[in-house]
């Protein structure tokens, strides 16, 4: 089946400074990707939906400013979670389809762990 | 706007039959997804339904019935590896084909 890659799958970082997520589909093109958070015990809430080659669809009460999304290619969406902070501390998750026009099913990547001290 | 409900936990015994149920409201429905998540880790689909009716694979069925905006997710012979939380998503014409998540169901599988 098709297979969506994300890197890192933890990353531990100071309070202030940045984070790139990537999140890869390998064997498929992906003209849209979508951007989950998930907090313990919690289902994935979404986030926003990267677009290839334009902006990013937010969803409501995230900050588009604090979470870029960056789709530059047909294969590839980045999450950079800007000046983190303890509460940005999750399990984000990326997702594309293989198919096109919004049916099949989602693909999720490995997941990414972002501790924030 | 979309809603989802499912049970929060659920509790079966090894080798037994457990139904979990789910409900939604949403318009332009285009599909339900149901996904097995173990802690820690990302989802993997288990079924996909888009007509009403029962779909069958393996352990796992799903069964859809959108007049009355219900599935359940039916898994037979537990294991203990079954032990996950399972969660309902729905997929809407309007909403650019993103997934909408319900709180999902922990479930425990006991010897």
């Known amino acids: 089946g098709a297979v969506v890659s994300q890197h890192p799958s933890r990353v531990i970082c100071k309070s202030g400074t940045s984070v790139k997520i990537e999140c890869r589909s390998l064997d498929f093109q992906a003209t849209t990707m979508f951007w989950y958070r998930q907090f313990p015990k919690q289902s994935l809430m979404l986030m926003a939906t990267?677009?290839?080659?334009?902006?990013?669809?937010?969803e409501q009460g995230v900050e588009k400013d604090k979470f870029l999304i960056n789709h530059a290619s047909l294969t590839l969406s980045t999450l950079t979670v800007t000046s983190a902070h303890p509460e940005d501390s999750s399990f984000y998750i990326c997702?594309?389809?293989?198919?096109?026009?919004?049916?099949?099913?989602?693909?999720f990547g490995e997941g990414s762990r972002l501790t924030v001290l | 706007g979309q809603n989802i409900d499912q049970p929060t936990e659920m509790t079966a015994t090894e080798g037994a039959i457990v139904q979990i149920n789910c409900t939604y409201q949403?318009?332009?429905?285009?599909?339900l997804f149901w996904y097995q998540q173990h802690a820690g880790e990302a989802p993997t689909f288990l079924s996909y339904n888009v007509l009403d009716g029962l779909e069958e694979k393996g352990r796992f069925s799903s069964f859809l019935s959108r007049s009355k905006g219900y599935s359940y997710l039916l898994l037979k012979e537990l294991q203990m590896k079954d032990s996950a939380s399972y969660l309902c998503?729905?997929?809407?014409?309007?909403?650019?084909?993103?997934?909408?998540f319900g709180q999902g169901t922990e479930l425990s599988v006991k010897p």
């Open positions: 949403t318009s332009g429905f285009n599909g």
């Open positions: 997702s594309a389809r293989a198919a096109s026009g919004g049916l099949g099913e989602l693909f």
């Open positions: 990267s677009n290839e080659g334009s902006k990013a669809t937010y």
């Open positions: 998503a729905i997929s809407s014409y309007n909403q650019g084909g993103k997934l909408i």
